[in-house]
């Protein structure tokens, strides 16, 4: 990888939500790295050679488990950015430890092992942007660990709205569809539905037309009910 290629990565790794912005350099540069694939395209097999990484761009990929039970298979469901393999090369893992699977069509950048590796030992820049990308991941991994430990399913359902509204804004409209938020929140579907039906007659959702909204009541109810929790 030569060096403008690898301030174009940090680039990417440094603005994850702009990739839009660097997409006509990004298929220029690494028109040899860049991968895309369809909607439930196997990118990732579990026991298959960690030969690889592959860094999210664009899309929505779900982390599964093929031993675990029937409901808790998916282990995670990612989006941007996210370094897919990475725990297995730093770690020395010779396999992939899970399936990656894309929820949508997703858009990577494929790299060996060796290439990646040689990057970040090159750049510090670089390097500390895959170390913040790698923390990200791991405070996400905490927070849904003691979510799951100290709340009931339905509170963490909950608490997921009250903490989205609270980055986004209000009114909020959910964007995704109840198959997604079933496997962000490793509940099942059948359950969801029933726990969404729960939050809307307390008051804490509104759904219109299918659309799961918080309105500023909404909100106060779920800031009642939610905001002296922290897992910070």
């Known amino acids: 990888m030569d060096k403008n ?30 991968f895309r694939a369809p909607k439930n395209d196997i990118i990732l097999s579990q ?17 599964v488990d093929e031993c675990a039970d029937e409901y808790n298979s998916i282990i995670d469901s990612v989006e941007p950015i996210h370094i897919l393999g990475l725990v297995e090369i730093l770690n020395h893992i010779d396999t992939y430890c899970a399936f990656v699977i894309a929820n949508t069509p997703c858009t990577f950048l494929k790299f060996t092992t060796s290439e990646f590796l040689n990057a970040i030992s090159q750049n510090v820049a670089l390097c500390y942007r895959t170390l913040i990308t790698l923390s990200h991941s791991t405070q996400a991994n905490m927070y849904r660990a003691k979510s799951q430990y100290l709340l009931q399913q339905e509170d963490i359902l909950g608490h997921y709205f009250f903490q989205l509204v609270r980055t986004k804004g209000k009114p909020y409209i959910y964007p995704h569809t109840r198959e997604y938020l079933a496997d962000k929140l490793h509940i099942n579907l059948r359950t969801l539905y029933r726990y969404l039906d729960m939050l809307k007659k307390q ?30």
Not at 5 to 34: D, G, R, V
Not at 49 to 62: N, T
Not at 212 to 222: A, D, S
């Open 47 to 63: 026991n298959s050679p960690s030969d690889a990484l592959y860094i999210l761009l664009e899309g929505s990929v779900s982390i």
């Open 5 to 34: 290629s690898i301030i174009l990565l940090e680039k990417l790794l440094s603005n994850n939500a702009n990739f839009q912005k660097y997409k006509s350099e990004t298929e220029h540069t690494f028109y040899n790295a860049l």
């Open 203 to 232: 008051e804490l959702i509104t759904i219109q037309q299918g659309k799961i909204i918080i309105t500023e009541k909404n909100f106060q109810k779920l800031n009642f009910q939610y905001s002296n929790l922290s897992f910070k």
